[in-house]
């Protein structure tokens, strides 16, 4: 079956700018979940949807924001976009469920790499 | 949170040799899984193993739950075998991985 699909690959941005990613899980998987990884901070949790609600969110600034379609497809947006956010943005399917997705194994997408300039 | 520290941070090897790499994490999870992180960045699932052991091919991983550790296996080590290699853990509340910081593999002919 499909993976982790991330759409595009590879971004280059201005600062103050805007910039929406683009994540289709595994068939079947409900949850989906948004990591940054940074030469300096590592693999950071941003956020986790599943059935289209928020479950949770990472320490990062109101400026990342995210969002779950019906189809279980997912976005994350950031605004003002600052020299900072350059980084590799991982995506993660799961089957998720309610009682959580940490009872289930991830998959990863190969990520969007973000260039701010 | 649970934090999560993996060791060695560093490892050279020579083709053919085999290395253990270790996970601590601070607190009882439902969820540990190891990653290899390729030279594109794609993190490659190895193991779902949030306890016992698993096997698939030259790599193997214990988890001992109890003592809140695991540990990976590599045998007669590849060239391919070079990258990064993460321990991510997950806990009963939060439907989030935590991440180590990884051991950096490198494996010369």
């Known amino acids: 079956k499909a993976g982790v699909t991330q759409t595009p690959r590879y971004l280059i941005k201005t600062r103050g700018q805007q910039v929406t990613l683009s994540c289709s899980p595994i068939?079947?998987?409900?949850?989906v979940s948004w990591y940054q990884q940074t030469p300096g901070q590592g693999l950071q949790f941003l956020f986790e949807?599943?059935?289209?609600?928020?479950?949770n969110k990472g320490n990062f600034p109101g400026r990342f924001s995210g969002r779950q379609f019906s189809n279980s497809r997912s976005e994350m947006n950031v605004s003002t976009l600052e020299l900072g956010d350059s980084a590799l943005y991982l995506c993660?399917?799961?089957?998720?469920?309610?009682?959580?997705?940490?009872?289930?194994?991830?998959?990863f997408g190969s990520g969007t790499r973000l260039t701010v300039v | 949170g649970i934090q999560v520290e993996q060791s060695p941070p560093d490892l050279i090897l020579q083709e053919g040799a085999n290395s253990t790499l270790r996970c601590n994490f601070s607190?009882?999870?439902?969820?540990l899984q190891w990653f290899h992180q390729n030279p594109w960045g794609q993190l490659i699932n190895l193991f779902y193993?949030?306890?016992g052991t698993k096997q698939n091919g030259r790599l193997s991983a214990t988890t001992v739950a109890t003592e809140r550790y695991s540990l990976l296996y590599i045998s007669s080590s590849q060239t391919t075998d070079s990258g990064v290699y993460f321990c991510a853990v997950g806990g009963a509340a939060g439907n989030k991985l935590t991440f180590g910081g990884g051991t950096r593999v490198l494996v010369k002919p």
């Open positions: 949807y599943f059935s289209e609600t928020q479950r």
């Open positions: 193993i949030p306890s």
């Open positions: 607190d009882s999870v439902n969820n």
């Open positions: 993660a399917s799961s089957l998720g469920g309610p009682q959580g997705a940490s009872n289930y194994g991830y998959t």
């Open positions: 068939s079947g998987h409900r949850s």
